[in-house]
């Protein structure tokens, strides 16, 4: 299995970031500065994306295969129970992870597969058009993005606050998302499923603290694919008011703050009473 990309700083206790489909570790880096400063934050790009080679011969990847490639890096590192935070396809990553080791919480940003049947056709109409037109039309997308109305043309669906965004954010994020060779076999690997916390390999629920989110203005993940029924009894919801699918770009200050109130979870759990 080629070894993943992945972006280490900070001192702390390890928090592993898992990006969405069709974008890689640097959708991360407007929260680094602030998660950096209090924890060992190792960024990864999933295969193929990002920096990290694809996994070849296989029409379909499904999320759990993704999450067996970011447990074999924790092990190259020597990273035994690290907190997560996932986005979109991240966050469901993130769920496959905790189904196969240790880990001291999670965080799940507009987390996909919390759909009640097979993944939603507009989600997956949506996805397919975006990447065919980064694919295909990178450099007028480019130079779109360029200007604050292409900003909101362009990453309106996906980004909460696009006019805010800067032209070189929404530039990478176009080209990051035209150029991934795993987007095809991830994007298929999810159509016909969804999230089970019970599968033959998660037989034992997550104790984990879980925080869930998604954002007033997330225009992919609709209200048909937020379902919380398969998440443990004691996962909390929160509000990221303003903030689209990727919120990490749209309000970091908030994003980061999430984050860290999840993992203060874990201290505050195990104080006595």
Known sequence: MPPLAFTRSGTGA????????GSSRRAWDPVLPALAARFDVIAVDLPGFGDSAPLYGQAEIPPARLAESVADLLDDLGVTEPHLAGNSLGGWVALELA??????????????????????????????????LARHATAPLSRLVRYRLGRILVLGQTHGRPARLTAEYARAAVETLGRCPGFEAALAGTARRRYLATTPIATTPIAAP?????????????????????????ARAEALPGCGHVPMADDPAA??????????????SAAPA
């Not at 759909?115 to 058009?129: D, E």
């Open 99 to 132: 189904a196969r080791r240790p880990v001291a919480s999670l965080t799940l940003l507009s987390p996909a597969g919390l759909w009640p049947g097979n993944s939603p056709r507009y989600g997956l109409v949506s996805l397919r058009a975006s990447r065919w």
């Open 255 to 268: 994003v980061a703050a999430l984050i860290t109130r999840t993992i203060a979870r874990v201290t505050q």
């Open 14 to 21: 390890p928090l592993v970031l898992l990006h969405g489909i």
């Open 210 to 234: 879980v925080t869930v989110t998604f954002g007033s203005r997330d225009r992919l993940l609709l209200r048909g694919s937020r379902h919380l029924d398969q998440l443990p009894p004691n």
